[in-house]
């Protein structure tokens, strides 16, 4: 089974960057499709990007942009021109078949005004 360590993220001020990373360990990385979620205080997760096991990408507009090396098992989220209202805590999924199988542990990304 695959487990996911994240890395990555901390405070920040707008207009400025952030790269998050998702380390994938136990399991072949590139059969899985990868997905970033975000969870904002007091809103529901909701889904950022992703990137399918064949290379197809999503994000949930163009200031993010998702990448993956399954070379080195990774699974990347690069964040531009960060807003306030990018702030809560980021998790990385793998998915087979639309299953969720591991989820990372968040890291927190906070964008100052």
């Known amino acids: 089974q695959v487990q996911l360590v994240q890395s990555g993220g901390g405070l920040v001020q707008a207009g400025g960057s952030l790269r998050l990373s998702c380390a994938a360990s136990g399991s072949i990385f590139s059969t899985y499709d990868m997905a970033w979620y975000r969870q904002a205080p007091g809103k529901q997760r909701e889904l950022v990007a992703s990137?399918?096991?064949?290379g197809t990408t999503y994000s949930i507009e163009g200031r993010f942009s998702v990448s993956r090396d399954n070379a080195k098992n990774t699974e990347y989220l690069q964040m531009n021109n960060l807003k306030p209202e990018d702030t809560g805590v980021y998790y990385c999924?793998?998915?087979?078949?639309?299953?969720?199988?591991?989820w990372g542990q968040g890291t927190q990304v906070t964008v100052s005004s």
């Open positions: 990137t399918t096991s064949g």
């Open positions: 999924a793998a998915a087979r078949w639309e299953f969720y199988e591991a």
